[in-house]
Every structure is written in structure tokens, then in C-alpha cells.
């Protein structure tokens, strides 16, 4: 099982940018797919977490301006960045919990994509 992300770089602030996140591998059930970051010096944290399609978190920093999304049949999520701000400057991962097939439950995570916002 692997996720793959993409869709980071620099943007200005106030810009946009799309995270995409696919699963791929031998996969029997995705549970809960989600966005987290990490700035430099600083720990990793949730930005955003989708159980499902419409139950949904964000975190307080990012609710308003940030929209996930999944596709269980594309096994997708993506994280739509509106309104983005300096203080978003981070490496991007997406994690998810699956079901593998013939498996137990684990944890996985993306190798992350950075996205900064600077002038």
C-alpha cells in the first residue's frame, strides 16, 4: 500500500493551491483520510480529517480557508489551500487508515509535498 502526493509549491500570499493524495496497492478499506504538515522546527500537525465524506475536521487555523474532500472510489483526497498565508509555509503529508487486503489496520502516510507561501 502506498499513498503518493503532489500538487505543492510557492505561491503568493493570498493565492490557491490543490493537494492531491492517492492510495494504491492491495487495499481492502479505507477508513479516515487526512492532511497534516510540518513547518520547520516544529512538530506535525492534523490540518485537516475526513472519516467519511461529509464528516469532516479542520484544524482552527486553516477552518474557512482549507476544503477536503475524498473520493472512496478514486481512493483520492485532496485539499483545496484558499486564502493562503505565510504561516502555511510547511511539508504537506496525507495519511490514511486502511484495511489491507489480508491485512490488519495500519497507518500510512505520503512523502510529503512542500508548499510555500512568500512573496
Known amino acids: 500500500v502506498q499513498l503518493q502526493a503532489s500538487g505543492g509549491g510557492l505561491v503568493q500570499p493570498g493565492g490557491s493551491l490543490r493537494l492531491s493524495c492517492v492510495a494504491s496497492?492491495?487495499?481492502?478499506?479505507?477508513?479516515?483520510m487526512a492532511w497534516y504538515r510540518q513547518a520547520p522546527g516544529q512538530q506535525r500537525e492534523m490540518v485537516a480529517d475526513?472519516?467519511?465524506?461529509?464528516?469532516?475536521r479542520y484544524s482552527d487555523s486553516v477552518r474557512g480557508r482549507f476544503t477536503i474532500s475524498r473520493d472512496n472510489a478514486k481512493k483520492t483526497v485532496e485539499l483545496q489551500m484558499n486564502s493562503l498565508k505565510p504561516d502555511d509555509t510547511a511539508v504537506y503529508y496525507c495519511?490514511?487508515?486502511?484495511?489491507?487486503?489480508?491485512?490488519?489496520?495500519?497507518?500510512?502516510w505520503g512523502q510529503g509535498t512542500q508548499v510555500t507561501v512568500s512573496s
Open positions: 495519511k490514511a487508515v486502511i484495511w489491507p487486503s489480508g491485512g490488519g489496520v495500519n497507518e500510512y
Open positions: 496497492g492491495a487495499i481492502r478499506t479505507i477508513s479516515s
Open positions: 475526513a472519516i467519511t465524506g461529509t464528516s469532516v
